[in-house]
């Protein structure tokens, strides 16, 4: 008898359950689809549409945005010194100055840099918050990393701590960005649920902050509080008394304050602005010089859009020192972050001030004008559609859009062990070529229904996609009624 075949060493059976629990929505079942579509349209496949429209993701060179000029001329020169010599008359005063304070610290850009980023940049980076905030910023204070999302995963590998046998908890917004609940599925820590309120604008309320840590503590140890600002899934811009009532709710209880704001530049409302947690911090005095806030930005959001690059950084404001060091060595581990990531960072905080300063205002203000148009658009037409409801889009790259569905819809749903949203969106996807990520992939109030879409195809796609989904969601609704 032939031996029976041995199974694998490392199998889903003994692998890692913390990995297997992750889920990661905007990468989800439904963008897998999507793509398969897409090969069918390629092969002349007979389907209900001729293109899918993949709104389902905050990728802006993917739906069409072009680069900022000033940031591909630093980065070719940094990468390719010769070109300085060779072909200078192509490129910009500002950006040959650039590349040579960057390649000045760190002499080839194949080569490592400090764990903790170019020493030139957690400069520029320190310079931008100090202008910013009104407040000073050190460069020792500031680490680069591989995205915005490494530096929030270094952050909550400090708090993985067991006290009492407790897990670590984390407090997350509801709805929420899929990277914090994949992020405390893969650490084995708890997720703290708040809620956002919808019917006030995604406004956070202290009395929900209380509730959600309240009925946590017999089961975890909360450790931080993480707020997404400006929003994402839901677009809001939290007004400072809001952010200060989080900062005070914080110090209460000593929780870390965890501020991802990789969406600080890009407000649409005609009176709003953005204004940062370490600026609300610090307005309120010396009294909250002993709470540690993380904030995070990133070059693949604001009106740069490259996320291919992966750049982001952190700032550290009133960490212990020695808590500080331990994160330095953590991160050193990894060596450094990309290198050219780490030049788009010093692009994004540095812009030019000499002859690539009015080609860079115009390129920057276009794209934000441009998104400013569409997330106006996307709010006014969402609200015409009956069924439909979404809040005032004041900021980030999305919409949230509640929906009603059916009860025989929900019905279906459930029997297939999906999400009713889920089979809205699969549906939708199926009938139109349209592709967002069901609401429940962000977690919501139970009993509610919605999906996220970004607002950055190009606006004629969008005027589609508008349009089909009115005509899908009058004909789901008539379908299962």
């Not at 460069?139 to 995963?153: E, M, N």
């Not at 908890?169 to 609940?181: C, D, H, N, R």
């Not at 291919?308 to 060595?329: H, I, S």
């Amino acid at each position: 008898m032939a031996q029976a075949a041995r199974r694998a060493m490392l199998n889903l059976s003994n692998m890692n359950p913390c990995v297997k629990e992750m889920q990661y929505a905007v990468r989800g079942p439904i963008v897998i689809r999507a793509a398969q579509l897409e090969q069918q349209l390629k092969k002349g496949d007979p389907l209900p549409f001729k293109q899918v429209i993949r709104a389902n993701i905050g990728d802006a060179h993917a739906m069409g945005q072009k680069p900022i000029s000033f940031v591909r001329e630093v980065i070719s020169l940094s990468t390719t010194p010769h070109l300085m010599n060779k072909a200078k008359s192509l490129f910009s005063n500002d950006a040959v100055e650039r590349a040579q304070e960057i390649l000045g610290v760190v002499n080839s850009m194949g080569a490592y840099t400090e764990s903790p980023g170019i020493s030139a940049v957690r400069r520029h980076v320190a310079e931008y918050i100090t202008n910013r905030d009104g407040y000073p910023c050190s460069a020792d204070d500031i680490f680069i990393g591989t995205g915005a999302s490494s530096c929030i995963k270094s952050i909550m590998k400090l708090c993985l701590t067991m006290d009492d046998n407790n897990k670590p908890g984390f407090m997350i917004p509801i709805p929420q960005y899929p990277l914090y609940s994949a992020c405390t599925a893969e650490f084995n820590a708890e997720l703290i649920s708040y809620y956002m309120d919808e019917d006030n604008n995604w406004t956070l309320n202290s009395d929900e902050l209380e509730r959600a840590y309240n009925e946590a503590k017999s089961r975890c140890t909360p450790k931080a509080i993480c707020v997404i600002n400006p929003g994402n899934p839901t677009g809001q811009n939290i007004p400072p008394e809001n952010i200060a009532d989080i900062i005070k709710f914080a110090h209460k209880h000593n929780l870390l304050v965890m501020a991802d704001e990789v969406y600080q530049t890009n407000i649409w409302g005609d009176n709003d602005k953005f204004v940062s947690f370490k600026k609300v911090l610090k307005d309120l005095g010396p009294d909250y010089d002993n709470l540690p806030l993380a904030s995070f930005h990133s070059v693949s959001k604001g009106y740069m859009g490259e996320c291919g690059l992966r750049g982001g950084y952190c700032e550290m404001t009133n960490f212990d020192p020695e808590v500080r060091n331990m994160l330095l060595k953590l991160i050193s581990a990894s060596l450094c972050s990309s290198t050219s990531g780490q030049v788009a960072v010093s692009c994004m905080v540095k812009p030019p001030t000499g002859d690539a300063a009015e080609l860079y205002k115009q390129e920057t203000e276009a794209v934000l004008e441009s998104l400013k148009e569409r997330a106006v658009m996307v709010h006014e037409k969402l609200n015409q559609i009956p069924g439909i409801v979404c809040n005032p889009l004041q900021g980030a790259m999305y919409a949230f859009p509640r929906i009603e569905i059916p009860k025989k819809a929900i019905e279906l749903a459930e029997s297939q062990g999906q999400s009713p949203d889920f089979l809205y969106c699969l549906e939708l996807l199926e009938h139109t070529g349209i592709c967002v990520v069901p609401g429940s992939g962000f977690r919501q109030i139970p009993g509610t229904f919605h999906f996220r879409m970004t607002i950055l195809p190009p606006k004629e796609q969008l005027v589609v996609f508008l349009e089909k989904l009115a005509k899908f969601h009058v004909e789901f609704r008539e379908r299962y009624g």
